[in-house]
């Protein structure tokens, strides 16, 4: 199967500062890919739907200034938290579509904010 | 609109069958099933796309209602591996995007 890749795996930061998260498609291009924010017990709750060569598109209730998604390329799509806030602390994971629908998911990028 | 998992958790010896079902008040375009073990990401199991659908892969299977509001994953002979949370993700027509039930806790004992 296709294979998607996150970094960092985790990531520890002071409130106030940013952190950039990375989403790569290693073996196959995917000008979409997705953002989900999942916290403990809970399910995927999607943030945004990245799109290469454009804005990205938010779901109700994201703040697009403070998650900020760029898709550079067919095979890198970005999230950067911005001012992070302790209550942002959470597992961020990202997808992308597979030739059939199916969502190929990257391992996660577990985000704590002190 | 989040699609509804019953039921929220399971708990079964090694070998016998569980099903998960999931609902939904809109006709779907698709649903798709996905396992999530603990400090992972979710993993593919299989996706539906046409009413009366039924389809699986050695003992994981799964179906798709006439109405296409309603799926169900059936686990026969359930293994150790299979423990793990079960997450349907349904996508309404033209919506290009899954939304996520609040998923089923699967716990496999010896």
């Known amino acids: 199967g296709a294979v998607v890749s996150q970094h960092p795996s985790w990531v520890i930061c002071k409130s106030g500062t940013s952190v950039k998260i990375e989403c790569r498609s290693l073996d196959f291009q995917a000008t979409t890919m997705f953002w989900y924010r999942q916290f403990p017990k809970q399910s995927l709750m999607l943030m945004a739907t990245?799109?290469?060569?454009?804005?990205?598109?938010?779901e109700q209730g994201v703040e697009k200034d403070k998650f900020l998604i760029n898709h550079a390329s067919l095979t890198l799509s970005t999230l950067t938290v911005t001012s992070a806030h302790p209550e942002d602390s959470s597992f961020y994971i990202c997808?992308?579509?597979?030739?059939?629908?199916?969502?190929?998911f990257g391992p996660g990028t577990r985000l704590t904010v002190t | 609109q989040q699609p509804v998992q019953s039921p929220q958790a399971v708990i079964l010896r090694e070998g016998e069958d569980a099903v998960i079902n999931c609902s939904s008040s809109?006709?779907?375009?698709?649903v798709h099933w996905y396992r999530q073990k603990h400090g992972e990401a979710p993993v593919f199991l299989m996706i539906?796309?046409?009413?009366?659908e039924q389809k699986g892969h050695e003992k994981i299977s799964a179906s798709f209602n006439e109405k296409k509001q309603q799926s169900s994953l059936y686990l026969t002979a359930s293994q150790l591996s299979y423990s793990g949370t079960y997450f349907c993700?349904?996508?309404?027509?033209?919506?290009?995007?899954?939304?996520f039930g609040q998923g089923t806790r699967l716990t496999i004992n010896p």
């Open positions: 809109k006709a779907l375009y698709s």
């Open positions: 539906l796309l046409k009413g009366g």
């Open positions: 997808s992308a579509p597979g030739r059939n629908d199916e969502q190929y």
């Open positions: 993700g349904t996508e309404e027509t033209g919506a290009q995007k899954l939304v």
């Open positions: 990245s799109n290469e060569g454009s804005k990205a598109t938010y």
